[in-house]
């Protein structure tokens, strides 16, 4: 027994010496980046954050239908975290963001999330997982397929939308999300600043949205029949998570609890927070009355606004940016909406579209080297030339936009047809789409 514990003792013995001995550095030595576990929590709480924001979407269109049309426009928004999440990891990923292809696409690097793994990939940061930052991606490619269907309720066929998805996330936000945001994308060698996508997001889907409300035609009754919104709390409730969210998703592009990341979280306020403002001074000079509905809908004018900036502004600019995008969505949605007479039946086109576009150019404006060193001087600090690159982000985005959603409606009405018979949106399409209803009836 003595010699048992003789032994045992001069084992712990030999490993506390060793253990206090000088460790090699591997990392350093290699050059291999140092995750951080500050940077990995907040990542995966942005993530969270717009995940959270594609129900929430749902629930914010959902209350401004009729309440015959509640679960299908709920339900809209919800196909696309299964159908885009999906397409994401077993190809979407690489088409974004894979080795470079002609700066138009990615190529098959990552097709199943093959390769993509636990440790950084300095591409796009040494701080977090390569995994991390695709999943944090993935949440955007859901949300922007679910922004169209604002522009399409009520009478588009769900099986024609979930194609319509699909088959747009592929061909459109994947080439979009490559040409601006990865490293040899046209549009990001051109040196066009987009911190958390006002090109890539906001004016594709909102100007596809408004292709598709075109093709689609307008709704029984338009301009005759009120739309009026059958439930303003689930607005309320829907749109004031979407707000939340959007900290996340603005921030999160920093990719990182960093600086640039606090930059981006107080621009995000900044900017929300006066264009509620300005849509409320608006409502009440011009139709004498302020709405909850007008409002909440004024906030994310100023949020889409700010995305492409975020990063990349100062705080008073922020400011500006939300005023201006207030004013110019405001005219979009109630003054130009109703004498063209395009059914936008949400204003996806007219908050997110609009909103995008100002938000791109605005940011050639405003943005300044001292808050982001990575991005670029604009207009204002005497970079005229910053204004070149915007304006050829904001124009590519519509171009592919509208081409390729009209290219793809055409294909799937070869298919299927594209909106519900008459008398399905006569009745509602929760009971005969999908054989529910959002309210009993007593």
């Known amino acids: 027994m003595m010699n048992w514990k003789k032994r045992w003792s001069g084992f712990i013995a030999l490993t506390g010496a060793l253990c206090a001995l000088p460790q090699p550095a591997f ?7 140092t995750l951080s576990s500050a940077d990995m929590g907040f990542m995966a709480f942005a993530a969270l954050m717009v995940f959270f924001m594609t129900p929430a979407l749902g629930f914010f269109y959902g209350g401004m239908v009729k309440r015959k049309n509640t679960l299908n426009t709920i339900m809209m928004s919800m196909v696309a975290i299964g159908i885009i999440g999906v397409q994401w990891i077993l190809f979407g990923y690489s088409l974004s963001f894979g080795t470079d292809i002609g700066g138009i696409i990615g190529s098959g690097d990552w097709l199943g999330f093959h390769g993509v793994g636990l440790a950084a990939d300095p591409d796009f940061s040494e701080t977090i997982p390569h995994l991390e930052f695709a999943v944090f991606q993935m949440m955007f490619a859901v949300i922007t397929a679910a922004i169209i269907s604002g522009s399409i309720a009520e009478r588009v066929s769900f099986g024609a939308y979930c194609l319509l998805i699909f088959l747009w996330t592929t061909l459109v936000y994947d080439p979009l999300c490559h040409m601006v945001w990865a490293s040899g994308g046209i549009i990001y060698e051109l040196g066009a600043l987009d911190f958390a996508g006002g090109t890539v997001i906001h004016i594709s889907s909102g100007v596809s949205g408004l292709v598709a409300a075109l093709v689609l035609g307008r709704r029984r009754g338009y301009g005759i029949i009120p739309n009026i919104p059958h439930n303003v ?4 409730l829907g749109g004031s998570i979407v707000w939340m969210g959007w900290f996340g998703f603005n921030s999160g592009c920093a990719i990182g609890s960093n600086d640039i990341m606090i930059a981006a979280f107080a621009n995000t306020a900044a900017s929300s927070m006066m264009s509620f403002l300005v849509w409320t001074l608006l409502e009440w000079r011009i139709e004498h009355q302020v709405t909850l509905f007008g409002t909440l809908t004024g906030g994310i004018a100023g949020l889409v606004g700010v995305t492409p900036a975020a990063g990349f502004v100062e705080v008073w600019a922020a400011l500006v940016i939300g005023a201006i995008t207030s004013v110019v969505c405001f005219v979009a949605i109630t003054v ?3 004498k063209v007479g395009y059914d936008d039946a949400l204003d996806a086109f007219g908050c997110h579209g609009v909103g995008g576009i100002c938000g791109a150019l605005l940011t050639g404006i405003f943005a300044t080297t001292s808050v982001n060193p990575d991005g ?14 915007q304006v050829v982000g904001v124009l590519t985005s519509i171009a592919v936009s509208v081409v390729m959603t009209f290219l793809i409606l055409k294909a799937i009405s070869l298919v299927t047809p594209l909106r519900v018979p008459e008398e399905t949106e006569k009745a509602g399409l929760d009971l005969a789409l999908h054989g529910e209803a959002a309210y009993m009836k007593f």
Not at 27 to 33: H, L, P, R, T, V
Not at 233 to 236: A, D, E, F, L, R
Not at 376 to 388: I, P, V
């Open 27 to 33: 990392a350093a030595e290699e050059g291999a980046s």
């Open 233 to 236: 709390p689930y607005i309320i």
């Open 336 to 338: 130009v909406k109703r």
């Open 376 to 389: 670029a001087d604009g207009l204002l600090y005497g970079n005229a030339a910053q204004m070149f690159p």
